[in-house]
């Protein structure tokens, strides 16, 4: 008896031991706890905060929400069946819903969801992506049904049934949503100037704005609009015109809290590039990702060539992760200066060398991380620098890097150079023998 009570742990204790194994492991280490005993049962029953609901768990449905009562998350876009009678239904349980999915559907289920918004009056986001039918009246149902909506996702529908771009009252519509703080538009034809417009200057809370190939917008109406709204933090857009104006720019500059800025697939300049760079802007992540127009490709992934360009936006610009793989051209030699809150780089499958190593090593003292992953012409030479220099390096990847040794004694003497690396992915035809397997990895440091 002795021994049984001091093994025993209050259900509190268990329950954090639980929360931790959930977020490193997510859902499935909840199934496999939730077989041990019955208290483990009522414990990560307590823990499942989300569901998704596909037709196979339609018939076991009314027991899983009586069983899971914390639910406030529900996804039903693998659900292929009508929608009306599935939130009908869920309207009938006293749920906290806060996020509800229904994408990729064939209509916007409207009746289903105005039951639901009568008993559910929680919801705080909405995604509604990729459906097939989307009519305006739908807008009209979404704003007077979730007053309290802080994330709505109506991007990609199919066909748009509207005669008009002046048929709705957009203004309506944003004041209806006053809580919005993030939303996605992204090929939604009927959004125009005007609608930006109101959507900004109404929604007091809007910090994330995603409008993607939407071909109405003008580069002087998308302007006009973010003065409205000196909060945003994040803002996504396609800009298909051929010349950006300042006053875009300008807007831009007195956006102090942008962070974030997407201009993927876009017309963008080399002068624009130092636009960006010579206004200081603080953004931390900039995406131009198949963009054309310029010759100085800025990308995060898979662009012909960057050059100088880069070097400029990194001048100025506080970026903290910055993705340049597959990037057949990179050009880091002329980066002369201290880029401090570089955290995250990866060069992987690119031609850089040595050189460049040298120039990361002088500039980037504060990287986390380094992904190397087939820089074919890269040797230990230009490894050491990297490792000796940055002193908060973590994590290096150097799969298939040909000319960087495989010898466990030059990892080993890598480790020691710099105690802060704890993953390490060395090149493949790297295998220690167990009697040098522990001097290096006996320090917190391990090999994937």
């Not at 329950?15 to 931790?20: D, M, N, P, Q, S």
């Not at 939730?34 to 027991?63: A, E, G, W």
């Not at 992204?186 to 417009?197: A, H, K």
């Not at 980066?335 to 060398?353: A, G, H």
Request: include cysteine; hydrophobic fraction near 40%.
């Amino acid at each position: 008896m002795a021994i049984v009570e001091e093994l025993y742990l209050p259900e509190e204790c268990w329950e954090c031991i639980f929360k931790i194994s959930l977020q490193k492991y997510g859902d499935h280490s909840l199934n496999s706890l939730s077989v041990v005993s019955k208290q483990f049962l009522s414990i990560t029953d307590r823990l499942k905060f989300s569901l998704t609901i596909s037709n196979q768990t339609l018939p076991s449905l009314p027991r899983l929400l009586q069983r899971f009562t914390n639910l406030t998350s529900l996804d039903l876009s693998h659900f292929r069946v009508n929608c009306d009678v599935i939130l009908t239904q869920l309207s009938c349980f006293p749920l906290q819903i806060k996020s509800l999915n229904l994408s990729y559907r064939g209509t916007i289920p409207s009746n289903g969801l105005q039951i639901f918004s009568q008993k559910i009056t929680t919801l705080t986001s909405l995604i509604c992506s990729n459906i097939g039918f989307f009519y305006i009246s739908d807008l009209y149902l979404i704003a007077n049904s979730f007053p309290l909506l802080e994330e709505l996702d109506l991007s990609l529908p199919k066909i748009e049934v509207i005669k008009s771009y002046d048929y709705f009252d957009i203004n309506s519509i944003t004041l209806a949503l006053p809580k919005l703080r993030k939303v996605n538009l992204s090929g939604c034809y009927y959004i125009t100037n005007s609608s930006l417009f109101h959507l900004c200057k109404n929604c007091k809370f809007l910090e994330e704005v995603v409008m993607f190939d939407c071909k109405n917008l003008t580069g002087i109406g998308i302007a006009s609009a973010i003065r409205e709204r000196p909060n945003l933090r994040s803002f996504s857009i396609t800009l298909s015109e051929a010349i950006i104006s300042m006053e875009l720019i300008d807007s831009l500059r007195s956006l102090k809290h942008l962070s974030c800025l997407d201009w993927s697939f876009s017309y963008i300049s080399d002068q624009l590039l130092l636009y960006l760079a010579d206004k200081g802007l603080n953004l931390r992540r900039l995406v131009l990702r198949g963009c054309s127009g310029y010759s100085y490709l800025l990308d995060l992934s898979h662009c012909r060539c960057i050059s100088e360009g880069i070097v400029e936006v990194l001048r100025c610009c506080e970026i903290i992760h910055l993705n340049l793989s597959y990037c057949k051209k990179v050009n880091l030699s002329g980066m002369n200066f201290q880029v401090p809150k570089l955290e995250v780089l990866n060069l992987s499958f690119t031609r850089i060398d040595d050189k460049t190593l040298n120039a990361i090593s002088k500039s980037c003292s504060g990287l986390l991380q380094l992904e190397l992953e087939r820089c074919y012409n890269i040797t230990g030479k230009g490894v050491k620098q990297v490792v000796e220099k940055c002193t908060r390096l973590k994590e290096i990847n150097l799969l298939h890097c040909r000319k960087v040794s495989a010898d466990v004694d030059f990892w080993t003497a890598m480790v020691l150079l710099r105690p802060s690396l704890r993953k390490i992915i060395p090149p493949s035809d790297f295998r220690p023998s167990n009697s040098k397997r522990k001097p290096l990895f006996g320090r917190g440091c391990f090999r994937c």
